[in-house]
């Protein structure tokens, strides 16, 4: 039985269906596509101007702010938890990437203490990450992974922009909340439809709306869904601000207060969150 009931969105039913019991968007003229090296680079390279690997630095920093971010909320983390000598002082902390691109995420992990694993679909991603960097990555889809066919679970779970491409929401979640230890933690970075692209200007977010994104979430239907299955939520803040892009009264606000304003209500077109999975 699917967790999503999905109707005709009011005001843009030609491109949403939303979730009754979640608010989750599904965007009807999404198709699927192949995610080769050819797609990877070239998407990284249109996006941010730069290649994939010219932006490792930037990648390793944000990697460990990640880290120390959720080292904030775990106790187990193995960030939090560093002896005198320098070697992490609670072992058998195990996270998996779903997405892991080259791997700096994950080596940026594993430095920290974590026993680590990948999933990734781009063959040279999945080249560098084993022979460059000595990483445990499957070249697979999360999807091909069978319920049950995993006997191990895992402290931490991180996928970043990664969930939106994926049709089968049902599968996707199924699996999130059974590989997910109880008391474990679920590290997301997603678009958001609750930002000021889709609320003030919607006619240029379907413009640009990339067609491989299936489903589109918010702070709000993420907590909804994921108090449903078991979550409570954490943390969650807007990855970036565009108060420029904001055509309504919040555009107007000073540039501090915009940011304070998105801070406290999760307002901007990408978001992170972090969500534990409760333990009764």
Not at 24 to 35: G, N
Not at 82 to 108: C, H, K, M, W, Y
Not at 212 to 238: A, E, M, Q, T
């Amino acid at each position: 039985m699917s967790l999503f009931d999905f109707i005709p969105h009011r005001k843009f039913p030609e491109f949403y269906e939303i979730c009754r019991h979640t608010g989750v968007l599904r965007y009807i003229p999404a198709k699927q596509r192949e995610y080769g090296d050819s797609y990877f680079m070239e998407e990284y390279m249109s996006q941010y101007k730069k290649s994939y690997y010219e932006d490792e630095p930037n990648l390793r920093v944000m990697a460990k702010r990640r880290l120390a971010n959720l080292a904030t909320f775990s106790p187990l983390s193995p960030v939090a938890n560093v002896d005198t000598s320098g070697r992490t002082a609670i072992p058998n902390q195990t996270l998996l990437e779903i997405g892991s691109a080259a791997g700096f995420f994950l080596d940026e992990a594993r430095m920290a203490g974590y026993q680590t694993r990948g999933l990734e679909l781009s063959p040279k991603e999945v080249e560098y990450s084993r022979n460059t960097l000595g990483l445990d990555v499957d070249r697979r889809s999360v999807l091909s992974v069978e319920e049950g066919e995993w006997k191990e679970s895992f402290s931490v779970i991180s996928a970043f922009f990664v969930i939106e491409h994926i049709d089968d929401i049902d599968g996707i979640w199924k699996r999130l909340q059974a590989w997910l230890q109880p008391g474990g933690f679920l590290y997301l970075a997603v678009p958001s439809s609750f930002g000021p692209s889709f609320e003030t200007n919607p006619k240029e977010w379907f413009r640009t709306h990339p067609s491989d994104h299936f489903f589109d979430y918010s702070v709000h239907s993420l907590k909804k869904l994921l108090s449903i299955l078991g979550f409570d939520v954490n943390y969650v803040r807007p990855m970036s601000y565009h108060s420029y892009r904001d055509l309504g009264l919040r555009g107007k606000l000073p540039e501090w207060l915009y940011r304070l304003y998105a801070n406290q209500f999760a307002y901007g077109d990408t978001i992170e969150l972090i969500a534990r999975k409760r333990t009764h």
